[in-house]
């Protein structure tokens, strides 16, 4: 989604974020987990999506909603948590 916003490639909004980061006087909540996701973005995983797995790390499973391509990409990552899609 951000690089609909944004106008540019997803590469470059992802290090942009990255470098954004980094800068001096840049306070961020979670650096670890901001990491983390655009490590995951960096593989593939959009970043609304590697967002809610970074900050899931704690969480057994994480589940979602008809994103079975987000789950497959995941799995074939083999990212912590497992993602998956709730049967009906």
């Known amino acids: 989604m951000l690089r609909y916003v944004a106008e540019q490639p997803e590469s470059k909004v992802i290090e942009c974020l990255a470098h954004l980061?980094?800068?001096p006087g840049i306070t961020d909540e979670?650096?670890?987990e901001i990491e983390a996701a655009l490590s995951h973005c960096r593989n593939g995983i959009d970043f609304?999506?590697?967002l809610h797995l970074a900050v899931s790390k704690a969480c057994?499973?994480?589940l979602t909603f008809d994103?079975?391509?987000f789950a497959r990409r995941a799995r074939t990552l083999r990212l912590k948590p497992?993602?998956?899609?709730?049967t009906r």
């Open 48 to 50: 609304a999506d590697a």
């Open 67 to 69: 994103d079975r391509g």
């Open 60 to 62: 057994s499973e994480l």
């Open 82 to 86: 497992p993602v998956q899609v709730p």
């Open 21 to 23: 980061i980094a800068l």
């Open 30 to 32: 979670d650096r670890d």
